[in-house]
Structures are given as C-alpha cells and as structure tokens.
C-alpha cells in the first residue's frame, strides 16, 4: 500500500481525535458543574480543611466565584496538560510517521485527554499536569527531588486521594530519572525518606482532620455567600463531602459494589483495544540494559496498580480511576525510554490491519466516564 495513504490514515484519527475532542466540550459545558464549583468555594476560612487550596487560590483573586470560572481553570488546565505532553512526546519519540500509531494510542485515547476534558474542573488532571512537569524539567540534582516534594504537597492540598492517584506515579518518574541516574548517598536518601514521611502526615492530617469544624448549615451559608449567583442553591448539594468520614465512603462504595462491578468487563476491553501500546511497553521493558532495573520498574507498576487497587476499596468513581490508572502507564512508559536499552523498540506497525481497526475504535471512543463506563 502507498505510504502517504498509511500515513494519512493515521493523521485523519488526529484530526477525528479533536472533533471528538470538541463534542465532548461542547457536551460537558451543558452540564451542571455539582462537584467542580463546590470546590471554587471552598477555602480555608474555618481553618485546615481538605480539599481547600484551589478554592482558597481563587479566593485571592474574586470574592464572588461565577460558574464560567470552573470551564475557564479547567480548560486553561486541560490546555496547558495537552501542550506539555506534546511537548513530552516530541522529546521522547519525536513526531515523525512511524511514531502516529503510539501517538493516537496515547493522546487519542479515552482513558487520556478526551476523559480528562469530560471530566473538566475535577482536581485529576493536576496531577497528570505535574507527573509531565517532571518528566520534562532536569533532573540532574537534589533540587529535583525537593520540587517533587513540593508538586505532591500541593497535589494533597487540592485533594488528600492524589496521594494513591498520582503520587506513586510522580515517585516512580523520581526514581527513574534521579535516583537510577545519580545514584543514592546518605542526603538524597535521606530528603527522600523525609519527603514521604511528610506527604504520609500530611494525607492523614487531611483525611482524619481535614473536616469542617462548624455545623453544615453554617458552612453551606458561607459557601452560598461565595457565590456569584446565591440563588443556585443546587450547586452546593455536595457540600456534605467535607463532613463525610472515611467509614462511610467505604459503605458507600461497597453498598454499590454490585452494580459497579458490572462496568469491569467493559474496563477490561478498553484497556485490550490499547493492545498495540502495551505490546510496545513490554518490549520496551524487554530492551533495558540492566535487568535489576526491569525488575525494579515491573515492582513499581505493580506498587501504582495497587494504589489504584486500594481506590477501587475506598472510593466509587471506578471510571476516573481506571483512566487515571491508564494515564499513568503511559507516563511511566517515557519515563522508562530515558533508561539506557540494549537495543531499539520497533515503533507500532502502521500497516498492520488490526493495529489500523483498534487505532480507529480507540479513536472513536469519545470518553470512559466518570462512575460508570460511558
């Protein structure tokens, strides 16, 4: 077959990728914003509270908080996501032909920017945005590992789960491009080790004490005061999650276990229309030069997986999670390419017929969803 006709098969799912793109904007911004607002509301004017930072930022800006703000910071955020991670690819694999299939694969994906731009204004994307900063930034000293430190205690301020969402992801991309690289001495291990111990204090102060300490009545009156428009008393219908202990999120999650446990089957054919991509993670993991680094990467998946896992547990919104999950992979897969390989990875085949079909299904697939699949 002609090669521009291969390679112009290729580029028409970008550009499908970015209608579907545009849809799913011009769908989400239809929507009431529940859980995204609250969070513009919320600040620290009752004291330490979870959840709080990105309100409390906004706070300094406008004492009135109109609903447009939350598409304006979640777009402004989306954007700045999308331009980083092409920034991130061409570094990593550049951006000639036989690198398009691993590209529609990961930035058309439904787990990556199309879910991301569904569920605007949530706090998830921060995180992917901070895991790409650090994977483009130098990492050749100890200010590395202390801005690390710091991207994740912001991340925990704006919400204590990003702990077991996106922290382990930042500590792998740590590990990968600072630790393997310098090698270990008695200071970096040591600001390591302080750093965890610090984020972990910080995640308990959050979870155990991070609730309101005035009645709900009280605190929802404040919030409405916060309010552009007052009189969109639906919008604070969430305001019961700064009072919600751990006990009963896990009651939640487990009393709806039944049906959501249902969506498991169609997780599992998302992640198998990705089949090409992870092919070529595998056979990149095969190419290191050193075994004890496969080793070490295959524990750190399987370390994040499980964070994930423990989300699942704890917290029912199983369609953000399994794209975090997916986002995460992939982000972990540049970070592997920095590591020295013993040979080269052949790109994903672009000729292939059934690599072309899934391309064009993952391409299709507008967004995974939030709770449940679509």
Not at 11 to 30: D, E, S
Not at 58 to 68: E, F, H, M, N, R
Not at 227 to 243: E, K, Q, V
């Amino acid at each position: 077959m002609d090669w521009r006709v291969l390679q112009n098969r290729w580029r028409l799912m970008l550009a499908v990728n970015v209608a579907v793109i545009i849809g799913v904007f011009l769908h989400k911004i239809a929507l009431p914003p529940y859980v995204p607002y609250i969070h513009l509301l919320v600040d620290y004017h009752f004291g330490f509270i979870k959840r709080a930072l990105i309100g409390a930022l906004v706070s300094l800006i406008t004492a009135k908080v109109p609903v447009w703000l939350v598409f304006a910071l979640g777009g402004a955020a989306w954007l700045v996501t999308l331009a980083l991670f092409v920034g991130l690819f061409r570094r990593t694999f550049g951006f000639d032909e036989k690198h398009l299939p691993l590209f529609v694969f990961m930035a058309g994906s439904p787990f990556f920017l199309k879910n991301f731009m569904h569920t605007l204004g949530h706090f998830d994307i921060y995180g992917c945005l901070v895991a790409i900063l650090l994977l483009l930034v130098p990492a050749r000293s100890i200010l590395f590992v202390l801005l690390a430190m710091l991207c994740a205690i912001i991340l925990v301020l704006i919400h204590h789960i990003h702990l077991l969402m996106y922290v382990p992801t930042i500590a792998v991309i740590v590990v990968v491009r600072y630790y393997l690289v310098e090698g270990v001495n008695r200071l970096n291990v040591s600001v390591g080790i302080l750093a965890a111990l610090g984020l972990g204090t910080l995640f308990m102060a959050a979870q155990f004490y991070g609730t309101v300490p005035v009645p709900e009545a009280d605190f929802l009156g404040y919030l409405q005061g916060r309010m552009a428009d007052p009189s969109r008393t639906d919008l604070l219908s969430f305001g019961y999650i700064w009072y919600q202990p751990l006990s009963k999120e896990i009651q939640d999650t487990w009393a709806r276990m039944p049906s959501n446990i249902l969506g498991v089957p169609v997780f599992a054919l998302l992640i198998w229309l990705h089949a090409p991509l992870w092919r070529y993670f595998a056979a990149t993991l095969r190419a290191l030069a050193h075994e004890w680094q496969r080793r070490l990467i295959i524990a750190a998946l399987i370390g994040v997986s499980l964070g994930y896992l423990v989300m699942f547990a704890m917290v029912f919104d199983y369609s953000r999670w399994i794209s975090n999950w997916a986002v995460c992979m992939f982000l972990i897969l540049h970070a592997i390419k920095t590591l020295p390989a013993l040979q080269s990875v052949p790109p994903i085949a672009t000729g292939d017929r059934r690599t072309t079909i899934l391309g064009w299904i993952v391409t299709l697939i507008p967004r995974v969803g939030i709770v449940r699949p679509f």
